[in-house]
């Protein structure tokens, strides 16, 4: 029997599911790309002013917001986060 290791089967799940969420080489563009077919369905779009040579999304996850809402005082993910690629590739299925 061959045993797989949680790395091996994430990276797996990551190739399977990459054309999905990577619709750009550029990381920003991809995302805001994502963001605007989801927009209104899943989640949705907050405008921000833009400062220069700073890029800057910000989003709210309707699900959340909508079972939430009342009891949420500020959510906030870094663009580290690897939880958003497993969000915007479940969002999809």
């Known amino acids: 029997m061959t045993e797989l290791t949680e790395k091996q089967i994430y990276s797996h ?3 399977l599911n990459e ?6 080489d550029d990381q920003v563009t991809s995302a805001r790309t994502l963001l605007r077919k989801l927009n209104g369905e899943k989640i949705e779009i ?5 400062e220069d040579g ?3 999304i910000a989003f709210a996850f309707k699900d959340i917001l909508d079972d939430f809402g ?3 005082l500020e959510i906030a993910m870094d663009s580290t986060c690897t939880c958003l690629e497993l969000f ?5 299925q």
């Open 13 to 15: 799940w990551v190739h």
């Open 88 to 92: 915007f590739a479940s969002a999809h």
């Open 46 to 50: 907050i405008p921000i002013h833009q």
């Open 70 to 72: 009342d009891e949420i």
């Open 54 to 56: 700073i890029n800057t």
């Open 19 to 24: 054309a999905t969420w990577r619709l750009n």
